[in-house]
């Protein structure tokens, strides 16, 4: 087992394609979509074909078509937690990011929300109608959709202690309703990754009843204590590995002396060592590599191989 060859999770590159293809008189797909600009670590290549769809039909209308030509499918979210190769990706990259509604029943705490609804609005509308149990997410820059699928989570909480449901689309176009026995959740993983099935919608019981300003100040100090221990000037994906435990994974970095550590415009973070940083020139390979040393130097040290948070999509062959 080597470090580089456990990153890659897909390979090929784009074909160029000259026009917009329309799947319904509201959603197009784009060609050759810069993906730099739409993923927190500001880093990729092109997608052979893009969409952002802003209702659930021009979603599966799309997967339809997906299916139709035989394309691979990436689903991007808000694109704050993958590394995308520098050659681009493959088929159609499709970004949830316009999936948003809400819906909040203050009696019985119960919030069902589109996967596209960021994180910290999420928190924060549910401090604002007194439910209690999703203040941790509001440091998170993910999505519904991802923390889904990943089990986010932080402060020793996570989406799987208040996920009551998620409706998703299987490969096949037909919807289903899952609940969180379904998904095998483990610590920032569940049986969705990797998988062919995209969240489309979340229901979460949260406690209702709460007093409003004490939730919204327990929101706001969640929020402060991230900002105070995590970098946030310079872009990232957060945190890149997960913590193997005993010990987190910042903690064993930061012990192995890599903070500080450059390869071409990629730094592990002097603030926090289990961030990657873009000191503004970096590329995905640089990224890609440093990650990959990360996790060879502390294998050297400690004898154990640290998993990526980071989902990392694309060719990086010869890297």
């Given at each position: 087992?080597t470090?580089?060859?456990?990153l890659?999770e897909t390979v090929?590159?784009?074909?160029s ?8 008189p509201t959603?197009?797909?784009?060609p050759?979509?810069?993906?730099s ?7 990729g290549g ?8 802003r209702?659930?039909?021009?979603l599966q ?20 937690n993958?590394l995308?190769s520098?050659?681009?990706l493959p ?15 203050g009696?019985?705490g119960?919030?069902?929300a ?9 928190a924060w509308q ?11 997410a ?17 402060h020793?909480?996570?989406?799987a ?11 096949d176009?037909s ?14 993983t569940s049986?969705?990754?990797?998988g062919d ?6 229901t979460f019981?949260?406690v ?6 004490a939730l919204?100040?327990?929101t ?14 310079r872009p ?7 913590n193997?435990?005993?010990q987190?994974a ?14 071409g415009?990629?730094?592990v ?9 873009n000191c503004g020139n ?12 990360v996790?060879?130097?502390v ?7 640290l998993?990526?948070?980071v989902?990392?999509l ?6």
């Open positions: 087992m470090a580089l060859s456990y890659t090929g590159g784009p074909r394609r000259p026009t917009l293809v329309a799947v319904s959603c197009s797909l784009r050759q979509v810069p993906l600009k739409l993923t927190s670590f500001r880093v092109r997608a052979e074909w893009y969409v952002a769809p209702s659930l039909e021009d209308l799309t997967l339809q078509r997906a299916r139709t030509e035989g394309w691979p499918v990436t689903v991007l979210g808000a694109g704050s993958l995308v520098d050659r681009g088929g159609l990259a499709i970004s949830t990011r316009y999936l948003r509604y809400t819906h909040i029943d009696d019985t119960r919030i069902t589109a996967a596209g609804e960021p994180l910290p609005r999420l549910a401090a604002e109608a007194g439910a209690s149990g999703f203040e941790w509001v440091g998170i820059p993910g999505t519904v959709g991802g923390a889904v699928v990943m089990n986010a989570g932080a020793r909480s996570s989406t202690d208040v996920l009551r449901e998620a409706r998703v689309i299987n490969s176009g919807m289903e309703v899952l609940v969180p026995e379904d998904l095998d959740y483990q610590y920032r049986n969705l990754q990797g099935r995209l969240v489309v919608e979340a019981d949260l209702p009843g709460g007093d409003r300003h919204k100040a327990a706001q100090d969640h929020l402060e204590r991230r900002h105070r221990t995590q970098p946030y000037d990232s994906c957060g945190s890149v590995f997960r193997p435990g005993p987190a910042g903690w064993l970095i930061e012990r192995t002396g890599l903070k500080g550590y450059r390869i415009g990629a730094m973070a002097e603030r926090h060592a289990n961030f990657i940083l970096a590329t995905a390979s640089d990224i890609f590599r440093l990650i990959a040393h996790r060879e130097s294998h050297d040290r400690w004898s154990l191989w998993e990526p948070e989902r990392v694309g060719e990086f062959g010869g890297v």
